[in-house]
Nanobody, 126 residues
Framework: QVQLVESGGGSVQTGGSLRLSCVAS????????IGWFRQAPGKEREFVAA????????YYADSVKDRFTIATDRATNTLSLQMNDLKPEDTAVYYC???????????????????WGQGTQVTVSS
């Protein structure tokens, strides 16, 4: 059973940076796609970035491209999300998700992920 534990959220001002971490069960990166999603109050959970295990390529939402960077560290089983130039619209609870299926055209869809972490709050003030 895969387990995911996020950390690193907090409050920053516009233009600031935060780094989120998701520690996964050992071996997860070899058997699952893994990614970051976020959910703002009153909104649906949306895709942020993901690492696809089949081709080892990372994917980003257009809204975070060039500002956020996802990385995997197999030695520590950690998926990180470096967030720079943060904006108030980035405010949300950020979740780490993993899935066994690795179909490219569904990598951005939350309902195709099997396992979720507990989430970590990110708040960006103007």
């Amino acid at each position: 059973q895969v387990q995911l534990v996020e950390s690193g959220g907090g409050s920053v001002q516009t233009g600031g940076s935060l780094r989120l971490s998701c520690v996964a069960s050992e071996g997860t990166f070899s058997t699952h796609d893994i990614g970051w999603f976020r959910q703002a109050p009153g909104k649906e959970r949306e895709f942020v970035a993901a690492f696809r295990r089949n081709n080892r390529i990372t994917y980003y939402a257009d809204s975070v491209k060039d500002r956020f960077t996802i990385a995997t560290d197999r030695a520590t089983n950690t998926l990180s999300l470096q967030m720079n130039d943060l904006k108030p619209e980035d405010t949300a609870v950020y979740y780490c998700g993993a899935r066994r299926a690795s179909v490219l055209n569904t990598i951005k869809i939350p309902s195709y992920y099997d396992v979720w972490g507990q989430g970590t709050q990110v708040t960006v003030s103007s």
